[in-house]
């Protein structure tokens, strides 16, 4: 049998299928009765995900309009005074608005982009560069530290990064590198979230290639090696072709968070000297509502901040789905 | 290089544990950087004492089997489903899917509904709202869609097979390494979850190992402003001391169990398991 | 991070909508079984939740729990929180789902009462059902002004410490280190300066290494405005008077609201405080250690000294009782030499410490009206107060005749009494009126603290507590005023914060000082000055 690089191809019927096989929905197809009649049963696998989203996710869906209304605790949720865009406005109109944006789109498209990439190095590297035994160990080893909790993450940064005492800044010092101070000079704030979020994760997210990579057949790296490819060559001629549609999906998923910073992490890290690029809207948000009780205003900003994303995620899904016929719909 | 990567990702990890048998203040100023000071299991004794966790262990295994269970069996049909191409409704339910994943009507409205079903204070609250994760669901259509030989599936068409059929006999065998890394996640996710316990449930029988676990955690966490309330008539320190010297242990404690699991998994993401499993 | 990024983006969804994302968590033993089956209490059962300490242990094994049901004729079913409290709060104040009390220092604040019109019953109509409250308004009438709220309502009540200094912050100079130098005291910022000179560059701790000594150290200050333990106490050298540690800024100075973060005496202070920084004379990491480091550095190592002049509750506390004997509570300093004694203030927090906020408050739907209501008022009995803030009698309080009380030292004859009382009872957290006409012999922990305060007192009786004292506690603002006020202050603190850590260790203040207050004054300082100024007169005016 033979595994072949299957890229979805939405439009041409799989090959060999005959028109009328009672297991494809012809595109002339008139009759819903029809469709039903051949494809009931893929509605029954898909009918409970439907209604576990429909009740628990579109049910609530009403509190969207918070964002434009009065929070009115007497009145309800829904019961408030109508104000429209104002809490928009009121955010537009922040001094702090072009600060919160610019630090939230730095923070989280370095995230993105180094986070992206990461994964895929590191699940090629497990999965062609290394023996047997060593890549069940690093696969191991990268995946731990996933399950380090964020507030001791943080408090680990501290103590490795501090300017006297840190066990890095000591090495650095050692190996004549000396005044640098990853805490609080602004500029080394970016690169030193970004750092630890991708050894904290990357070995987690490589997971997934790593699946992807085990669905390749052994034959074809055996056909490969007779032809004499070198383990580069494999990985750029057979692994990565065999990545490629998951890696479009994570990207368009990806995408959609080009406005979603994580919060606490951010917050953990913030002090005097870096506030200036750490203050993103995830914070903000924080410490505006932790003392006003301002759910409309929260909701405001939180809208806001999910239409940004949502339109990233359709532009790429559209490109993808144009450039590599691979797409979330 | 990757001897290099092993040590940079493993240093961190190594450092977890002898800070979690080291003096706090020690570790605090950086002078425990490869061997433990000062040893004692102070921490340690302190989280076995702890009856809460033993409780929020078995809580939590049982939401995190329960519920691992339901998201599998829930997502991975519908995977399928959504993977077929001939399937037209897929790509508006995928829109319908992923809206989702954007846009929510918020934690009070949440909390209204779930009041009207019962489940505040309801164990069942830790599996049935997050029966399926868009983002698990898209991952596994997308292998479906990729990794099943589409072959296979004309194959078994002309045998005369059935959708469910080819699912159950096909394409779920063939599929091991997606359902051992969705498993994966859905259980990690329910491991990890302090928040519905948090916002949705207040009986202390009930609440999950993380939601003890986090107590601990960040107990020092109201000083970190300096101006902690409580800390300025001496909470403070004692907090902090006593926090510091758990916080480690506590990492190491509540993820030891999904550590050993990992290894038992790995076997799907080896090459060749797959297709062996076809062949026999 | 890759892979979870929409998972992240709904969840940060979800909490922006309610507002406070973040940490978590609650527990405690307890639950179902502490109550009814206990035989303590009475039939009436009745839900209570409570903001407590992380460690303090479960509310089921502190013995003065059941004599407080016993008063009370009532089974307690305890829902004990101690983490991630404004997460859980919101969602459920909005949902309208509360128990039927909810104790714990400022569990429920100010805003919380005027957003959530409804959900919390009026105390005020009740007071003949409260008659230890009602005796407690009698004996201090400043706390019936505190507790009330708009139109007389009175939706939660405070209560009384007593035996709490007037600050918190106290000033420590290593005493030792001086000997060892042959040096005194410092009384002036400049004889400060050269005493710092003299830690850094000599071996002031006798380590053998010149190097390790910190000569200066304080709490950190996060993004969100100052608090306890800061340097903003320097002010007081320059006669600003501040309470609270500063917190946003706002002070009261003979009747009028300002704020320090654009005065010129605090633009003195932080270019004092560059002028130490340059020379080396603060720690380098004041701007970003966190509380751990904080604390642990001025631990040092055995008897081994590391921070020569910091702030702190007590000596014991900020630097381990083994060092503790090293340090001397010190006055606070003349800005120059020669200048007059009765112009120095400090900061003054005895109205938050000893009149603690906002502890105790109930559901207006409660099914038991009645119960609730003895229960609030047992815990405002006499023994009962006693042992909700130091534990239970027997074990940590003797009762020595039927008005005198000791505080015992820590049963486990080794914990230290402040990590004693905040294991094994709510402490500071519960509702409690310490009667001034009772005698305790307070703790160790809390007699150091007050003998600490004593070379700060001339500065604190600078203060006119009214004309100089910021009255938070007295105050409540409209919902609508609370939030702008709130808003603004994010941003101007986004400015202001930024500022204080750049000029401390960089420098810079001088050339920055004009184009900063603009934007701090952009930001709606003033603004905020206004509406504070609008309540603050009404205060004083209420006084009379």
Partial sequence: ?329 | MSGLIVFAVLYPVYFVVIASISNPTLVATGQVAFIPQDINFFGYQQILEDSRIWRGYRNTLVYATVGTALNLFVTMPAAFALSRREFAPRKLLMFFFAFTMFFSGGLIPTYLLYRDLGLIDNWLVFILPGAVNVYNLIIARAFFENSLPEELFEASVIDGASYFQFFVRIALPLSMAIISVIGLYYLVQHWNDFFTGLIFVRNNEIQPLQIVLRDILISNQAFAGGAGGSGGSGGGSYAQQFADQIKYGVIVVSTLPVIVLYPFLQRFFEKGVLIGAVKG | MTGKPVRRAQSYVAAAAVLALGLAACSGNGGDDSGGGSGSGGDDVLNVLVLKHALTGPMEGMQWVSELEEQADVSIRWEEISADWDQAKSTMLAAGDIPDLIVGTNAITDSDLSTFTGLFEDLSQHMESLPNVRAMFDEIPEMEVMAQHSEGAIYALPGYKRFWPETVTHQYINQEWLDNLGLEVPTTWDELFDVLVAFKEEDANGSGDPHDEIPMDWAPTGSGGFGYFQPTVLMGSLGLPLTGGGGPGYFVEDGEVKSFLVDERYREVVAFLHRCYAEGLISEEVMTQDYSAYQSVGRGSGDTARVGLSWGWTASDRFGSQLAPQYTAMAPLLAEEGQDESDLTWTYDSYGENFPQNQIVMSAQSGNAEAALRVINAFYDQDISLQVLWGDMGTNIEQIDENTYEVLPPADGETDPSSWKWTTTLADNGPTWIRDDIDVEIPVDLSEAVEEAEPLEGALANMDLVADVFPWQFITLTPEDQTAVANRDVDILGVAMTNWGVWITGGGIEEDWDSYIQQVENSGLNENIEIYQRYYDEYVAALD
């Fill in chain 1, 1 to 329: 049998m033979t595994v072949v690089d299957r890229r979805p191809n939405a439009e041409a019927p799989p090959p060999g299928l005959p028109e009328e096989s009672p297991l494809k929905l012809s595109t002339k197809s008139t009759s819903l009765s029809r469709h039903f009649r051949t494809k009931w049963q893929l509605w029954v696998m898909v009918a409970p995900a439907i209604g576990f989203i429909g009740l628990f996710m579109y049910g609530p869906m009403y509190g969207i309009q918070l964002a434009f209304r009065e929070f009115d605790f007497a009145a309800g949720l829904a019961g408030g005074e109508w104000v429209g865009f104002k809490y928009f406005r009121q955010f537009f109109d922040s001094p702090q608005f072009w600060t919160l944006m610019r630090n939230t789109v730095v923070i989280s498209v370095s995230t993105l982009i180094v986070g992206f990439i990461a994964p895929i190095v590191l699940a090629l590297i497990i999965n062609q560069i290394l023996g047997r035994r060593k890549r069940r160990f690093m696969q191991t080893a990268t995946y731990l530290p996933h399950f380090i909790s964020v507030v001791v993450v943080v408090g680990m940064l501290q103590v490795f990064l501090s300017p006297s005492s840190g066990v890095l800044t000591r090495f650095l010092r050692f190996i004549g590198i000396d005044g640098v101070n990853f805490l609080g000079d602004a500029s080394a704030f970016v690169p030193v979230y970004v750092i630890s979020e991708v050894w904290q994760h990357a070995g987690w997210n490589s997971i997934i290639y790593l699946a992807a990579l085990a669905a390749v057949s052994p034959q074809l790296y055996e056909a490969a090696r007779i032809d004499g490819a070198g383990k580069l060559q494999i990985v750029r001629h057979i692994d990565l072709p065999a990545l490629v549609p998951t890696m479009i999906i994570l990207f368009i998923l990806n995408m959609g968070g080009v406005l979603a910073t994580g919060f606490e992490k951010i917050f953990l890290m913030q002090n005097p000297l870096n506030l200036g690029v750490s203050e993103v809207i995830a914070t903000y948000v924080y410490k505006i509502g932790i003392v006003g009780n301002q759910f409309s205003y929260g909701t405001a900003i939180g809208l806001f901040n999910t239409l940004i994303n949502f339109t990233f995620l359709v532009i790429t899904n559209e490109i993808a789905k144009r450039v590599s016929n691979t797409s979330l719909w």
